[in-house]
Nanobody, 116 residues
């Protein structure tokens, strides 16, 4: 059974950086587009960055120029480098396939809190 394990979150000051990792187990990771999603309190989960199997990336306007998604197919891992963090980036971050209906059950996510 495919599992998703996100890590790398934490508390950071505005303007700071974090690097999130999402390790997958099982499944044919390399054939799927993967994405990073986030869910802030009281809001719906949203897709903030995605990367195709071939490495093409697309970003939500809110993170464009600050976040970078990448993947290592050999390690079955997807990353999210987050720079210039803002308080509005505070959320639980998840990874999954794009669209998520193609992927496994959501993981536990990793909390990112941006606060001074």
């Amino acid at each position: 059974q495919v599992q998703l394990v996100e890590s790398g979150g934490g508390l950071v000051q505005p303007g700071g950086s974090l690097r999130l990792s999402c390790a997958t187990s099982g499944g044919r990771f390399s054939i799927y587009a993967m994405g990073w999603y986030r869910q802030a309190p009281g809001k719906q989960r949203e897709l903030v960055a995605r990367i195709t199997s071939g490495g093409i990336t697309v970003y939500a306007d809110s993170v464009k120029g600050r976040f970078t998604i990448s993947r290592d197919n050999a390690k079955k891992t997807v990353y999210l480098q987050m720079n210039g963090l803002k308080p509005e980036d505070t959320a639980v971050y998840y990874c999954n396939t794009v669209p998520p209906q193609l992927g496994p059950r959501w993981g536990q996510g990793t909390q990112v809190t941006v606060s001074s």
